[in-house]
């Protein structure tokens, strides 16, 4: 069992509030686990099906573990029609594991997302919260140096 | 309150302001298909197999979800209405697991009397299923969730009529699934001595458990033509 971190559950008690204490839970615990959730459904006074509900249906929440640097490559349609697959497979070669996983040194989570809005500068991927555009195969590596 | 008038399928109707296209229909004795609509409980739009034709509006909507305006003019058996609700049983096939003759539920399932209705056959569409594990260690209901059609019903009766908030929907998309606590096997920890959900399910999803010395048949199915 993962402690829940002191400073979470503080806010004023509104169900409507569930999305930012999730988004807050999870910059602070790192993801939502099960203790989470059922610390906010139990003071907000909903349902734990609620809460994760809410949880699995945002891409940029987690219910299981990330590592230190989370990788979303955009793959909508015009990331998509820019080859946004060569990005894929050049992270994928570079960092040893697939979309879905992460590394076991916990350096790096790799994830599809759908659209960021960088579409003008597609292929685009997102490192944590910086935008990284007009990507091709050659850049991957240097960009992901400066993530430890 | 006011009461409107509207024109259903070219005759005038008078009906109460507030009141969805769906009840005005059927209070002047049209039917039409709905599976995720209950009386008394919120409208979610979940099914989409009730949509009309409304004169002036880009698509057709939702009667189930959509209130009466003065001067509305309503198609609901038209053409172009009866082609997309075929489509629209079309997709709603193709994600269900279609096997009734292997389904307990198959002479009570509305799904499939709504597919007869409709006059809709295998659908055009491949798509992969999901498959969930059956849920069977509950003494109050079980659930296979590979026949879900996500209508929400049961969501809304636990939550409205109940008050236990059970289900919700998790996930997204294509992975959209009714989860009870973290995706959680339906048990009686969660869950016990209702069963009120299940005869609003208008698949097989949510059945009660059958003993081995109870009849199993339900009331043969009666299609019309």
């Known amino acids: 069992m993962t402690q829940v971190p002191k400073g979470i559950i503080d806010k004023d008690r509104d169900p409507e509030q569930l999305l930012v204490l999730l988004k807050e839970a999870q910059d602070k615990a790192g993801y939502l686990s099960e203790e989470v959730m059922a610390e906010l459904a139990e003071s907000l006074s909903i349902s734990r099906s609620e809460v994760y509900g809410v949880a699995t249906f945002y891409s940029f929440l987690s219910t299981k573990p990330l590592g230190r640097n989370v990788i979303r490559i955009c793959q909508s349609l015009p990331c998509y029609l820019k080859n946004y697959q060569t990005i894929v497979e050049s992270i994928e070669k570079e960092i040893g594991i697939r979309p879905g996983q992460t590394t076991d040194d916990d350096r790096f989570t790799f994830t599809l997302t759908n659209c960021i809005g960088a579409c003008d500068k597609a292929p685009a991927m997102l490192i944590n919260s910086d935008v990284h555009a007009n990507l091709t195969p050659e850049k991957i590596s240097q960009i992901l140096k400066d993530y430890k | ?225």
Do not use: W
């Open chain 2, 1 to 225: 309150m006011s009461s409107i008038t509207i024109a259903l399928n070219g005759s005038e109707v008078t009906a109460a302001e507030g009141k969805t296209i769906l009840e005005v229909a059927q209070e002047n004795g049209i039917d039409i298909p709905t599976f995720c609509s209950v009386e008394g409980l919120s409208p979610t739009g979940a099914c989409r197999i009730c949509v009309v034709e409304v004169e002036g509006s880009r698509t057709l909507v939702g009667s189930c979800h959509t209130p009466i305006t003065q001067g509305m003019v309503i198609q609901t058996h038209s053409q172009k209405v009866i082609e997309t609700r075929g489509v629209i049983m079309e997709l709603l096939l193709t994600s269900h697991c279609g096997t009734c003759y292997m389904c307990e539920q198959a002479n009570a399932c509305k799904l499939r009397a709504i597919a007869a209705d409709l006059d809709v056959g295998l659908p055009r569409f491949q798509s992969k299923k999901r498959f969930y594990q059956i849920e069977d260690i509950s003494p109050y209901i079980v659930r296979d969730l590979t026949k879900c059609i996500l209508c929400r019903k049961c969501v809304r009766a636990c939550n409205e009529i109940a008050g236990k908030n059970v289900f919700a929907t998790g996930y997204r998309g294509f992975d959209s699934k009714i989860v009870v606590d973290f995706d959680e096997v339906l048990d009686k920890k969660v869950c016990r001595d209702c069963g009120i959900c299940i005869p609003h399910c208008p698949t097989g999803a949510l059945s009660a458990p059958v003993g081995i010395t109870e009849e199993k048949k339900a009331t043969p199915l009666i299609i019309r033509s």
